[in-house]
């Protein structure tokens, strides 16, 4: 048989060599296609910092790893986890677009390297559009990913029937939706959040929040719409009046005052903390409710931290998150906890990508520190994201060379280009100059500032359209598999939970 295979590849060589004589004008155009094949997949020259990884040079080394993974995959389908889930933590990278985590292993040292919760068992993608718009907002994903209803871009906690910034439809109980934080609540568990943005932000607004406008976070921002501040509860006042928060607000309420004196008259230990020494100092096994505010606006990149000083003075994601789920864990009824990575977004948005990879790291290590602080046995998490970006991830890059370097291969106008760079945003002002394009090599391209070229000049880069992905760890975990709406993942939550309109009983069958 190899005979036979052997005898017809000469003929095919010998008959190509053939046509190639016989059509000279084919062959040049063979050859202009073989020039084209070489600048599309360019071989470039090693870079002299790279060394290879020898047990990377032995077939056996793949062979064994695929092993491996391919006994852990029938070991899960032998041992489906389909216990109840206690507890259920929901990990929300806002704007963790695939691209984003890519790139995430590479900042961490190699491609080959893993973010905490890809070794997760199970992976899906999920759909983000809203109702009314293909590319969607933090607003109208929370609600889905929180409530299983889709709505229009820049609501929040209400159905597609509200229109942003109609006056009165969000003001009709029967426009609004619950999200999962309420299921467990009706169900006996306790529920919290957690995040790194202004806690009425758009995605923490979507756990409690119902509103025509995401912007309503105070009562002068409807005002300024032209509508009720009455009819319309303004975002602040539903964190603290329907189960505070400094604001420019008309009304004078002191919201945080409020939220203290409703928990004592429950006669409830209610602790309000706004530093991070406050919070480590709170003696979680005495406190009921804790409400911690830490910055007049949103939490610090976590990169800033440590490069502006404030580690002492504001928490990090991964401190936040152990003090709230060593709090919810005193329930014996279980918890659901929702936890925002919300400045991977921001930094997108200003097209700081190492700000945004940064972040992405500090949120693996919050989702790492949940997983060990839990059981697989009874406690399900799943991470995802809202949305995409516009960033790429592109060049011909050396292995392990700095993510936030040039790419090694030229433009054909001979200038080099970053490996990482968006579609548009801010960054336009790093690519074009009254010479043409900008040439980047005596560029600081390692400061946390800058801003990572754009070919559209925009003042915020937008989000991305395409779909991002979902890792589950924990009972159930198996149906996170495929692809589905966004809208799918409260309700798989809720039934692993057994709470909720998907609780078991719910179920059509």
């Known amino acids: 048989m190899q005979l036979n295979v052997s005898k017809f590849a000469i003929v095919q060589t010998l008959a190509f060599s053939l046509l190639l004589l016989l059509c000279p ?11 084209a094949d070489d600048a599309q997949h360019p071989r470039l020259r090693q870079s002299r910092d790279y060394v290879e990884l020898k047990e990377e040079l032995d077939s056996s080394y793949w062979h064994d790893k695929a092993q491996s993974i391919l006994a852990d995959k ?19 990278g806002d704007g963790m677009s695939v691209h984003t985590i890519a790139a ?14 890809e070794r997760f068992p199970y992976v899906g993608l999920s759909k983000t559009y809203s109702v009314d718009e293909r590319t969607p907002d933090s607003a109208a994903t929370a609600t889905a990913y ?4 889709k709505g229009n871009y820049g609501t929040i906690g209400v159905n597609a029937q509200v229109q942003r910034k109609h006056c009165l439809a969000a003001t009709n109980p029967n426009t609004h939706t619950q999200s999962i934080a309420q299921w467990a609540q009706q169900a006996g568990k306790w529920a919290g959040l957690v995040t790194t943005a202004r806690v009425t932000h758009a995605s923490p607004a979507g756990v409690y929040a119902h509103t025509a406008n995401r912007n309503w976070e105070y009562d002068s921002q409807i005002t300024k719409d032209n509508c009720s501040a009455e009819a319309n509860v303004d975002i602040a006042r539903q964190l603290v009046e329907w189960p505070g928060i400094a604001g420019k607000r008309k009304d004078s309420r002191d919201l945080i005052k409020q939220w203290r004196e409703q928990k004592s008259q429950l006669g409830a230990a209610g602790q309000y903390v706004w530093s991070r020494k406050g919070l480590l100092d709170t003696d979680l096994s005495k406190t009921d409710y804790l409400l911690g505010l830490f910055n007049v606006d949103h939490c610090p990149y976590h990169g800033d931290l440590k490069r502006d000083r404030l580690s002492l003075a504001s928490p990090s994601l991964t401190e936040m998150t152990e003090a709230a789920i060593k709090l919810l864990s005193r329930n014996k009824q279980g918890f659901f906890l929702f936890v925002e990575g919300a400045r991977i977004d921001m930094a997108h948005h200003d097209t700081k990508a190492r700000k945004a990879l940064e972040d992405t790291q500090e949120f693996a290590r919050a989702v790492e520190l949940a997983r060990n602080l839990t059981s697989e046995q009874d406690t399900l998490i799943v991470v995802t994201s809202d949305h995409s970006h516009t960033m790429s991830y592109n060049g011909y890059p050396q292995r392990r060379q700095d993510i936030f370097s040039l790419a090694p291969n030229l433009a054909t106008d001979e200038k080099p280009m970053t490996i990482l760079s968006y579609a548009n945003g801010p960054g336009y002002k790093n690519t074009y100059d009254a010479a043409g394009r900008t040439d980047l090599s005596k560029r600081n391209l390692s400061s946390a500032d800058f801003e990572f070229p754009a070919t559209v000049p925009l003042n915020s880069e937008t989000h991305g359209a395409e779909d991002v992905a979902v890792f589950a760890s924990g009972p159930y975990e198996h149906f996170f598999v495929g692809n589905y709406e966004q809208t799918t993942i409260p309700a798989l939550m809720a039934f692993a939970a057994n709470i909720g309109p998907f609780a078991e009983e719910n179920i059509t069958k």
């Open 146 to 149: 929180l409530s299983g209803v």
């Open 74 to 92: 029938l070991r899960q389908q032998q041992q489906l986890n389909e216990q109840r889930a206690k507890n259920i933590i929901l990990f929300l």
């Open 104 to 117: 995430t292993r590479a900042f961490m040292g190699d491609s080959s390297r893993q973010v905490y919760f």
């Open 25 to 35: 004008a084919w062959a040049a155009l063979y050859r202009d296609n073989e020039d």
